[in-house]
Structures are given as C-alpha cells and as structure tokens.
Antibody, heavy 119, light 107 residues
Framework: QVQLVESGGGVVQPGRSLRLSCAAS????????MHWVRQAPGKGLEWVAV????????YYADSVEGRFTISRDNFKNTVYLQMNSLRPEDMAVFYC????????????WGQGTLVTVSS | EVVLTQSPATLSLSPGERATLSCRAS??????LAWYQQKPGQAPRLLIY???NRATGIPARFIGSGSGTDFTLTISSLEPEDFAVYYC?????????FGGGTKVEIK
C-alpha cells in the first residue's frame, strides 16, 4: 500500500534553514507528481509546492517563492523541501502528498512533520 | 490567484440529517474542484475530485456538484463519522489554493 513518511521537522530559529524529506513506497514513485501542503496550528490547509514526476517542472505558493525549493530523487523514492529564511509564520505541520496521476489532487498523504520557528 | 470561499464556517446538524456545504471561487475553475475531509490529528482525506467524481472507497452519500464558480458538497445522511472539517481545493491554475474550511459539528 502507499506510504509517505515525512521527516526533518523540528525547532528552528527565524532566518535559519531546514530540509524536509518524504520517503515514498508502495507505488511507482517516478510516475507521480508530488506536493507539499502545510497547516499552521489550528488553521486551514495551504498548498506549498509541487514537483512533476520527472523533476522538470516546479511551482510554488507566493508565500514561499524564492525561499523554499522542492526537489526529488527518483532512485531514492524521496521528495524534499529545502526551506530557507524561515519565518514565524512558516510554523506548521508539513504534509507531503501524492497526486492522483496527472491531476493535482491529493489522494495519499503522509502523517506530517511539525516545523516550529521560534527564537 | 483563485480565492475559494467556503460557507458556512460551521454547520450544526444531527446524525441522519442532510449537510450542504458551499465553495465559491473568485473566478471560474471549470470543473477542477476537489473536496477533502479532515478529522482532528489526521491528514486530510480526498472525497471528491473534478467537482463530482468520488475518490476510491468514498461512500455514495458524499455527492459533489457544480461548475465554474459555485460548487456544493452534499452529505445525504450524516453518519457519526462524518463530523469533521471539510475543505475545497482547486487545480485550475497555479497556485493551487484551498478554501478556509467548513466544520460540520454535532448539534
């Protein structure tokens, strides 16, 4: 069955960096676009970024453009989110999500990893 | 970017009642609207995509409708496990956005 396991969350000071990872299994990873979606404590869902199945296309939310970078390693079945210049408002649970093939809707989600930005 | 507005913010209903949730887009998203259910401490669950297509394993009581700017998620008869927060999401253009959510609570 599909499994998505995020890691890399933790407490970080404003202005610092953090890299999240999402290890995937149970499907042909190299055939699917992958997304990051976040949820601030007690708030709604916010889409963050997407990377196409082959890594050639990437899109970002305006709120993270220029600070966050999404990447993938199809040999390791892993998608990453490099987060630089973190701000207090970036604090959230970050989910990786597998899309329905060819559609940017999220059929499978990880359990999430919490990023806390605080001095 | 497309702004999705969900209403009402909270819906207080009893099991067995019909729930009607609305999602309005600031511009046309064609049919490219999805619905998710989220329970406390859990990741969201895809219910409906492309306005009216049920995702795998989703019960028939969840019905999506609409196109353009106005969409509706109907739960025909609420089961106890349906009390949760529901989000809509479009995929018509970048960036993808979500609505603010509707909480369906037990009356």
């Amino acid at each position: 069955q599909v499994q998505l396991v995020e890691s890399g969350g933790g407490v970080v000071q404003p202005g610092r960096s953090l890299r999240l990872s999402c290890a995937a299994s149970g499907f042909t990873f190299s055939s699917y676009g992958m997304h990051w979606v976040r949820q601030a404590p007690g708030k709604g869902l916010e889409w963050v970024a997407v990377i196409s199945y082959d890594g050639t296309n990437k899109y970002y939310a305006d709120s993270v453009e220029g600070r966050f970078t999404i990447s993938r390693d199809n040999f390791k079945n892993t998608v990453y989110l490099q987060m630089n210049s973190l701000r207090p408002e970036d604090m959230a649970v970050f989910y990786c999500a597998k899309e329905v093939r060819g559609l940017s809707v999220f059929e499978h989600w990880g359990q999430g990893t919490l990023v806390t930005v605080s001095s | 970017e497309v702004v999705l507005t969900q209403s009402p913010a909270t819906l207080s209903l009893s099991p067995g009642e019909r729930a009607t949730l609305s999602c309005r887009a600031s511009q046309s998203v064609s049919k490219y609207l999805a619905w998710y259910q989220q329970k406390p401490g859990q990741a969201p669950r895809l219910l409906i995509y492309d306005a009216s297509n049920r995702a795998t394993g989703i019960p028939a009581r969840f019905i999506g409708s609409g196109s353009g700017t106005d969409f509706t998620l109907t739960i025909s008869s609420l089961e106890p496990e349906d009390f949760a927060v529901y989000y809509c999401q479009h995929r018509s253009s970048w960036p993808i956005t979500f609505g603010g959510g509707t909480k369906v609570e037990i009356k």
